[in-house]
């Protein structure tokens, strides 16, 4: 029922679409971009339910989590973080991967909504840490479309990989695409 919910205000409500060029494996870390607007949450949770997946999780700061969004934020799979605090995140996610059996995290690489040519390598360490595969999941609002379009394994080169992961987003367009920036690529 809730899916059928999450479709009807994705596709037919707001008019967007889904293209899945590959599926998401049981546990993964979904690198989410471009990531411009606070609506990409929302629309995430959307594309997500529509799907008919139920446990997807992301990693928000902390202060986000008081009241009155905490409660919410929670529920919706929302994992605070504690950005002052100089403890391996990468190790704890990790670990938190590990102990289930399914577990899809997802992460925007650029961590603001502000252009940032210099992306966080969390998501790939984490990856790389939990030996999980990272699925590369594209928001384009001007074609009202979020794409699952490829599926790769951390191969330890982190420059390069990330290289071609840029590669990959650098079509879609953001909410406010002038936030989006991939740096130098080539």
């Given at each position: 029922?809730?899916?059928?919910?999450?479709?009807?205000?994705?596709?037919?409500?707001?008019?967007?679409?889904?293209?899945?060029?590959?599926?998401?494996?049981?546990?993964?870390?979904?690198?989410?971009?471009?990531?411009?607007?606070?609506?990409?949450?929302?629309?995430?949770?959307?594309?997500?339910?529509?799907?008919?997946?139920?446990?997807?999780?992301?990693?928000?700061?902390?202060?986000?989590?008081?009241?009155?969004?905490?409660?919410?934020?929670?529920?919706?799979?929302?994992?605070?973080?504690?950005?002052?605090?100089?403890?391996?995140l990468?190790?704890?996610?990790?670990?938190?991967i590990?102990q289930?059996?399914?577990?899809?995290?997802?992460?925007?690489?650029?961590?603001?909504?502000?252009?940032?040519?210099?992306?966080?390598?969390?998501?790939?360490?984490?990856?790389?840490?939990?030996?999980?595969?990272?699925?590369?999941?594209?928001?384009?609002?001007?074609?009202?479309c979020?794409?699952?379009?490829?599926?790769?394994?951390?191969?330890?080169?982190?420059?390069e990989?990330?290289?071609?992961?840029?590669?990959?987003?650098k079509?879609?367009?953001?909410?406010?695409?002038?936030?989006?920036?991939?740096?130098?690529?080539?």
């Amino acid at each position: 029922m809730k899916q059928k919910i999450y479709s009807f205000i994705y596709n037919k409500v707001l008019g967007w679409k889904t293209d899945l060029k590959v599926e998401l494996d049981d546990k993964c870390i979904v690198c989410v971009a471009p990531h411009t607007s606070n609506c990409d949450l929302i629309m995430g949770k959307l594309f997500y339910g529509a799907l008919g997946e139920k446990d997807s999780h992301f990693m928000m700061k902390k202060e986000w989590f008081k009241f009155p969004f905490g409660f919410f934020f929670k529920r919706a799979g929302g994992i605070p973080v504690d950005r002052s605090r100089k403890t391996s995140l990468v190790d704890q996610m990790s670990e938190v991967i590990s102990q289930h059996k399914k577990f899809h995290l997802a992460i925007t690489p650029e961590a603001t909504r502000k252009p940032n040519p210099e992306w966080k390598m969390g998501f790939y360490y984490i990856a790389l840490g939990a030996n999980v595969p990272i699925i590369l999941a594209g928001i384009d609002y001007e074609k009202k479309c979020i794409t699952l379009g490829k599926r790769m394994i951390p191969s330890g080169n982190a420059e390069e990989d990330l290289r071609d992961i840029k590669l990959f987003f650098k079509d879609f367009k953001g909410k406010h695409p002038e936030n989006f920036n991939l740096g130098n690529i080539e």
